[in-house]
């Protein structure tokens, strides 16, 4: 018993001990488990995956030799790399942009809480649930040639429409950018929604009061108090979609001419390519 307990009172000092004992109950190795699988799936495979990008293995050759910077020079001077990221960032952005346009715009349409609105919302949610690779493939066959988009703009307009949606080099990654963002607006419409039921509706009366319409309202008031809402969307919107592989890969496999091919599936390409040290840095 230290000086320290001793000068407690005496519920002091029993509260002390039992503290210690409930420090006994909880040894740290019960840590042991949550750490062996740490250890055994992600630090491992990182030092090896460090390891192997200065080698040459690949499916071509039956043994692993050290080739030191080869690999990366290989990378920065074949021009692929900088296409990939190049492509990821411009998806990233117009999967930001998109993203957020279309659930702040659904959380001001359904911000009234009636039944209509609740049953709107849930559906506008369902996306958000389904697989990635669902959504992709779900996608490919409506906006195929043959597939059921121009099925309807033929019967509307009276003449066969074949519009090959995703094989432009210029607007398919803003048609992918738009499916990844359809499928995830429905998780930026409630953040959205969390965030216009926490502004008051005193400060929105008084706005009323001084002879504000709606759109100043939220221009000058509503907007900037969601401040929160939409940097935390923003983020999770850019670092989900330069995360992203199974929409893209699902109707475009990164093409047409590797103009939607994200540094995701650059990587998939080269491991199948064969050239395994190369995927790895």
Known sequence: MTAYTRSLPRSGRLFAQQARGAHRDHPLWFLIPALAVLVVFFVIPTLYNFIYAFTNWSSFKSEIGFVGFDNFVSLATNGSLQNAIRVTLIYAILVAIFQNTFGLALALLL???TRINRAVRTAFFVPVIMSALAVGYIFQALL???????GILSTVTGSQVSIAWLG???WTIVIVALIHAWKWMGLSMLIYLAGLKTISAEVTEAAKIDGAGYWETFARIRFPLLAPAVTFNVATALLGS???????????????????????IFIFRTFGQGLFAQATP
Do not use: C, H, S, Y
């Not at 195929?144 to 121009?150: D, I, M, Q, T």
């Open 242 to 264: 330069m995360n992203g592989f199974d929409i893209v890969q699902a109707t475009t496999e990164g093409g047409p001419g590797g103009t939607t091919e994200l540094l995701n």
């Open 144 to 150: 195929k040639p043959e597939g059921a988009l121009n």
């Open 168 to 170: 432009d080099t210029t």
């Open 111 to 113: 911000e009234r809480d």
